[in-house]
């Protein structure tokens, strides 16, 4: 099978899938419990998700593997299942994607803050090198280090894939836009900062997930492209901004809505375009569609 960057080097647009989280809580994940394990305890749920973003036109798809670094994990008390995890998640996805689909091994950050020495360069470099080998040896195609904040973390994370996987390595951090119009990261990054300091650690698609709806996106992504034209640019947008009400959490955008702004973002420099918070298969199935009409 070609490799994801084959693809887009043919002048491609690749569409991914959508969101994993709030899909997991409405199959019965609880508050508190690890969604991980549900990798072992409850796999044709986890088969499910990824089978239904296949079906609505994803060329790839990612793994139940966001929170899989033995720091996130041990507080379950499941650090010792690292590999096993990781691995089954990337399993469950790559039956669903077959052999003409890709699988993205998703890498979330670790919660650890080196700036407050919770953590040391090596100890996060040796979590993020057992996550991602645990991916690939279940299948994965690509790892994506996604919702970083941190531009040290996410260069761990890269180098460590990179360095010890033979995976193609994604890396995308979470910006908020500020009062002047400018988009930073929590910790203060922008999306120049980080376009260099990615590829000098091994990126070969970097990009924004979550914090903003696609319309936000096309900003991070202009801003991408004023520093560098040739990079893959991959977008998971929320469904727009989170609402709040009565205890519950919507997200704004229907699937039309977010359809609605994939021709500007792809004119702006996205290569890639899927979804994050509050986004479903109907969302992925409208994209696939104005994508394919492209």
Known sequence: MSKILDELKKGRVLVSDGAWGTFLHKKGLKAGECPEMWNLEHPDAVFEIAQSYIAAGADMIETNSFG??????????????????????????????????????????TGKLLIMEEVTEDELYDAFKQQSMALEAGGADAIVIETMTDIEEARIAVKAASENTACEVFCTMTFDKTVDGQYRSMMGISPTEMTETLIGAGASVIGANCGNGIADMIGIVKEIRE??????????????MPQYCDGETTFPET??????????????GANIIGGCCGTTPDHICKIHHVVKSL
């Open 68 to 109: 899989g670094s033995r720091f996130k994990l041990a507080n379950y008390g499941l650090e010792d299942k690292v590999f096993e995890l990781n691995k089954s998640a990337a399993e469950l996805s790559r039956k669903a994607a077959g052999a003409d689909r890709f699988v993205l091994g998703s890498v979330g950050p």
């Open 227 to 240: 520093v560098n034209s040739s990079i893959p640019i991959l977008i998971h947008a929320n469904a727009g």
């Open 255 to 268: 699937p039309a809505d977010m359809a609605g702004r994939v021709k500007e973002i792809i004119n702006a």
